[in-house]
């Protein structure tokens, strides 16, 4: 009998817990990464004990340098501006931009309000017109005041991922084609290099008419407005996906290619259980790299169209030229980059969780 | 007790004639268009007081990013309706820039524009200006004290610009007689030339209204004519001098139209006199107990969705006083009208006004009878509807019969000469006669050609 010393099991025991927990933790690690969170498993670690200096040398890495700058930046941007005067005053810093923004939640309240009335009201009126006999003229009818602010986010959310999911499901198949055929590659090739260069502001004339004359009825399931941005995303933010799958689809191993004509695989088959799979990472990329574009352009085309969203709060701020205008659109710039982030990091983990790659 | 409070006071709200009397619509739900300006006023009120609600109608009020782009909506369809400049429906009526049939049931106001120059420009022109026995600059003040400023402008081979906010605005037009009455030429257009140049002193060109004072400061050009608040932002913003008020040019000269498409108006008759109904009843609560609402409509307007300017900016102009060179505040009561003088009907004198300057400047290129003026300003103004909505709102106690102009024959009496700044009075029946007595323009059988 060989006497274990006890407390060397307990401590083997220990051990293979703290193995356990740290695979946990690496594996939890990844998905932090994805969420823009990288520092919380190296604070973790250094709290489990393990190599804190080495752990803590990462967290200030990952968290306190960026954390350093915003406020540098903080402190530049307080500092520097005061000194520009413009005819509107001068340009707000970081605490008047706050009060504004504490100013649009509080707008937003009222409208609610607001809207909870038109409500009341609405069904008062449709009450009474079937008291009256008249159960047909009921209608439900939207709000018809101004948007909140919160309104015109979610509007311009919605209306970037219309107008992406459309170029999407036009640029990957045509990708792949582009990437299988030689001949397909050089007849869309010349399009692509024509057509991605343009700007939204000039695609927009265009758009707004062939919508106007297209769309002649304006009681569909769009309103013209909302279509006329989401085609104007789409023709911007086409092409990174079709370059991008079409490079994916063209770089796939010759060797899968020589297995998939051993099999007798037919065209579909090959497609999805061959391309598609190696050519995913590259199409993600695309896709990370359209919504972005769809987005940039989306707050442009709304600004010059006047088509509800983002874009257009900016500019009615613009037109207002009232003394808290600046602060809002300030507000707004830095909303519209905070989604902008947030939109890409949705593609991210998206990416992650349907690529193999070792980006995972 | 919330939800109790709300139905009570909608159901009150609701019940009384309103309903009872509601028209049959064809089209409940519309979408209107403006531009940020304290004239659309009777849009807001009318859509914050609830008299849309009244009507039956649930309206979305738009603010448009420029004066193209509402008419384009108009016309597209993507609005129903909107506040335009009173050339814009004549204009695209007869086909000048983007054809398209409008009309208009309703007047939205008199007077509220002004000219203002850059400082440096209104320091050039002082020395020229009459003083009052108070040391102030004696009021109007004529184009002719820019004049020695324009020719050293020229004589220094610089250009002089100036800005309004659309070629057949209102502003366009203010600006030229301004100018021409003092005896500088605004330059003419023609079929082959639309700049408006052709043969100017003062070179005009297009801004939005909201950036004219940012277009000032940053010295693209040296004056605009502009509504308001736009001049009163030059003086609070310290960049610019309002030299004169449209009162000043012309007494209570007409304003801005709602305008909608002729199709609109034959397709929805009802809705075209219910939201006409709506909109008197919000000219009348502006002007009534004299002004006394005028408060509360300048708080109404500096919200972010209508005007959104700083209420003391507004209410400058609305509340009856207007101020010029910073501190020298005067008294126009009548600089903003919205009700009295039967402001609201939409007289074909006011149209036949604008057909004569369009002329008068080139835009309608070649000559055209008395006659043609007559039909054209019957087929975009419609006092017709707006009488119909009249008698509903006064058969309802919504107003009095006296308000009204039953039986004009849709002609203001003519414009006497002590009213217009160069005294040359103006009458509506005879516009050929008109075009001549002016002294700078082309005269009424003269074409335009560059």
Redesign the interface.
């Known amino acids: 009998m060989t006497a274990v010393d006890p407390a060397h099991l307990a401590a083997k025991q220990r051990e293979a817990r703290r193995a356990i927990w740290f695979t946990r933790i690496n594996k939890a690690d990844a998905w932090f990464s994805v969420l823009g969170l990288a520092w919380i498993a190296p604070l973790i670690k250094a709290l489990a004990g393990d190599n804190p200096r080495g752990q803590l040398k990462d967290v200030w890495r990952l968290l306190g340098v960026p954390l350093l700058s915003i406020v540098v930046f903080l402190m530049l941007w307080s500092t520097l501006a005061p000194k520009v005067v413009t005819s509107l005053g001068a340009i707000p810093g970081p605490v008047a931009v706050w009060t504004e923004a504490k100013g649009l939640h509080h707008d937003a309240t009222v409208k609610w309000e607001k809207q909870a009335k038109f409500d009341e009201r609405l069904e008062q009126r449709n009450q009474r017109l079937i008291d009256a006999g008249r159960a047909s003229e009921v209608k439900d009818i939207a709000y018809t005041g101004s948007p909140t602010y919160y309104g015109q986010i979610w509007t311009s959310i919605k209306t970037v991922f219309f107008g992406f999911l459309i170029a999407s499901a036009i640029a990957i198949p045509l990708g792949i084609a582009a990437g299988l055929s030689p001949t397909a590659n050089a007849a869309l090739n010349p399009l692509i290099q024509i057509f991605k260069p343009v700007s939204p502001l000039a695609w927009l004339p265009i758009v707004t008419m062939v919508v106007s004359a297209v769309y002649a009825t304006n009681d569909g399931l769009f309103s013209k407005s909302f279509l006329v941005s989401a085609i104007t995303v789409t023709l911007c933010s086409l092409w990174p996906t079709l370059i991008n799958t079409s490079l994916g689809v063209a770089s796939i191993d010759r060797d899968l290619i020589s297995v998939s004509r051993v099999l007798k695989m037919n065209t579909y088959t090959k497609i999805t259980k061959l391309v598609l799979p190696s050519a995913l990472p590259l199409i993600f990329t695309g896709l990370r790299l359209s919504l972005g574009v769809g987005w940039m352009v989306l707050i442009a085309a709304e600004m010059l169209a006047q088509n509800p969203g983002l874009g257009k709060f900016v500019w009615d701020e613009f037109q207002n030229g009232s003394s808290q205008s600046l602060a809002r659109i300030i507000v707004a710039v830095l909303t519209i980059g905070i989604i902008g982030f947030l939109l890409d990091r949705v593609m991210f983990a998206m990416q992650s969780f349907f690529t193999f790659s070792a980006q995972r | 007790m919330k ?1 109790l409070v ?2 009570l ?3 009150t ?2 019940s009384g004639p309103a ?1 009872a009397q509601m028209l049959d619509l064809e089209k ?2 519309l979408t209107f268009g403006f531009i ?1 300006l304290t004239d659309m006023a009777p849009l807001a009120v009318a ?1 914050e007081n609830g008299y849309f ?1 009244d009507e ?1 109608l ?8 420029n004066w193209k ?1 509402l008419l ?1 909506g108009v016309i ?3 609005l129903d309706g909107a506040h335009m400049l009173a050339g814009q429906p004549l204009a695209a009526t007869i086909g000048y820039g983007t054809q398209a049939h409008i009309v208009t049931p309703f007047s939205m106001d008199l007077n509220g524009n002004g000219i203002t120059v850059s400082n440096e420009v209104w320091a050039q022109m002082k020395p020229n200006i009459p003083t009052d026995t108070d040391g102030k600059p004696q009021h109007p003040i004529s184009a002719s004290a820019l004049k020695p400023v324009v020719e050293s402008y020229q004589a220094a081979g610089k250009p002089f610009n100036m800005g309004m906010v659309f070629p057949v605005s209102t502003h366009n037009y203010e600006l030229r007689y301004w100018l021409a009455a003092g005896g500088l030429n605004p330059g003419f257009y023609s079929p082959d030339d639309t700049s408006g140049q052709i043969g100017a002193d003062v070179a005009l060109s297009v801004t ?1 209204p ?2 004219m ?2 277009t000032l ?1 940053a010295g693209t050009i040296n004056g605009y004519s502009v509504g308001e608040p736009w001049n009163q ?1 030059a003086v609070v ?1 310290d ?1 610019g001098v309002p030299v004169i008020t449209d009162y000043e040019l012309w007494k209570n000269n007409p304003e801005k139209v709602f305008g909608i498409t002729e199709a609109f108006a034959t397709e929805n008759p009802n809705t075209t006199i219910a939201l006409t109904k709506a909109l008197i009843r919000a000219a009348i609560w502006l002007d009534e107990n004299d002004n006394a609402n005028r408060a509360e409509a300048v708080e109404i307007l ?1 919200r ?2 209508y ?4 209420q003391d ?1 507004i209410a400058a102009s609305m509340t009856g006083t207007f101020e010029y060179e910073k501190g020298d505040i005067r008294d126009v009561p009548d600089f903003n009208v919205f009700f009295r003088y039967n402001a609201t009907y939409p007289f074909y004198s006011d149209a036949v006004w604008y057909l004569t300057q369009m002329r008068r400047w080139g835009q309608i290129s070649e000559p055209r009878d008395d006659a043609w003026f007559d039909k054209t300003a019957r087929s975009v103004y419609r006092p017709d509807i707006y009488l119909r909505a009249a008698r509903l709102l006064v058969d309802e106690g919504l107003a009095s019969e006296a308000d009204f102009p039953w039986d004009s024959d849709g002609y203001r009496a003519p414009t006497p000469a002590a009213d217009v700044i160069d005294g040359i009075p103006y009458d509506g029946k005879a516009p050929n006669a008109y075009l001549d007595s002016l002294p700078i323009g082309l005269k009424s059988d003269e074409p335009a050609n560059g």
């Open positions: 939800k709300f139905s006071l909608a159901s709200l609701l309903l409940d739900e940020k859509y609600l039956g649930f309206v979305t009020l738009e603010a448009q990013a782009v384009d597209g369809g993507q939005p909201p950036q004072p940012a400061e932002q913003k960049i500096s972010p969705e005007v959104g300017a700083d900016v």
